[in-house]
């Protein structure tokens, strides 16, 4: 009778039971989550407000955009600034200025990759004599302001006849430091082992650079190539100085110019803002996805 006992098996709980031995969370936690996220929503309201009262302003009227207090909601609804920002126009070409401002950007980017990435893999894999030393002073010019190299760079620019060209814009700032650091600690993440395996299958070291290094970087070289690009994009000092005829502007000094161009037309600055941002975050949304999979590819340094 026991053993029969035994051998029936456990009744299972009842959903109520389930239910009842189902752990709760503590009210506390509750209240904190709930603080936390409210928190937030808050901070994301206040960022993204900015932007939404740049858009809504794009599509104002010129009285409407200049009216105290400012309203959230055009009244009436007019694309008359962008008809008026795009127009053609000798003195606005801003269709002109995002051209010079995109292709200026994707040369620099272009160049900051190239010479980053041939510049940091020494450092991170080839031992020669004063390779400390090298690599120290090319950290210790991330400290130096970028303002006080403005005087002998347009200096160079102008022995070089670069002037009123977007080759002042691209080239001057090329070779850039943190670049070099940034590729040089990604370089040292990766295993020597594949390097080591292609070496014994007859590899020089500028193969191994270019079929091996390069295609298991490519995360850290778009995640460079994006910051040099928006980095270059949205400078405004250095072109200023550089740059004269309404021709070879870029966007972000073209568009200082409709301030005195059209006398503070608020409707006309915040589409020109509109049409200046879009790059950005289309940018920003494309480069999410090799920033993940740089993220999850980090096992390689195991």
């Known amino acids: 009778m026991s053993t029969s006992l035994e051998s029936r098996p456990a009744a299972a709980p009842s959903p109520a039971s389930a239910g009842r031995s189902a752990p709760r969370t503590p009210p506390r936690l509750v209240a904190r989550k709930t603080v936390r996220y ?17 858009l809504v302003t794009s599509f104002k009227t010129r009285a409407d955009a200049a009216s105290l207090p400012p309203t959230w909601f055009p009244n009436p609804f007019s694309p008359d600034a962008y008809g ?3 127009a053609t126009d000798t003195q606005t070409p801003v269709l002109r200025w995002f051209g ?12 900051v ?20 030393i090298v690599f120290a002073a090319i950290v210790a010019t991330l400290f130096v302001p970028p303002v006080i190299l403005i005087i002998p760079n347009y200096l160079i ?10 080759l002042a814009i691209v080239v001057p700032t090329a070779a850039s430091a943190f670049g070099v650091f940034f590729l040089r600690q990604f370089f040292l993440g990766l295993p020597k082992e594949l390097e080591e395996a292609a070496r014994l299958d007859g590899a020089n070291r500028l193969q191994i650079f270019f079929r091996v290094v390069l295609p298991l970087s490519r995360p850290a070289l778009v995640t460079l190539a994006m910051l040099s690009f928006l980095t270059n994009y949205n400078d405004f000092l250095w072109p200023v100085y550089v740059l004269f005829s309404p021709e070879s502007q870029t966007l972000p000094a073209g568009l ?4 005195t161009a059209n006398a503070v037309r608020y409707d006309l600055l915040m589409a ?3 049409v200046a941002s879009v790059p950005v975050l289309a940018l920003y949304v494309a480069a999410q ?14």
């Open 272 to 274: 020109g803002a509109v």
């Open 289 to 302: 996805r090799f920033i993940i999979e740089g993220v999850s590819r980090s096992g390689l340094k195991g």
């Open 256 to 259: 200082s110019t409709l301030q």
């Open 84 to 86: 008026s920002l795009l």
């Open 100 to 111: 010079n401002s995109m292709l200026a950007a994707a040369l620099h980017a272009l160049l």
């Open 157 to 166: 620019v102008g022995q070089l006849y670069w002037l009123d060209t977007l």
């Open 113 to 132: 990759v190239a010479t980053s990435a041939l510049a940091a893999y020494p450092l991170a894999r080839m031992e020669f004599r004063g390779k400390r």
């Open 38 to 54: 409210a928190l937030l929503i808050l901070l994301a309201l206040l960022f993204v407000s900015p932007l939404v009262f740049m």
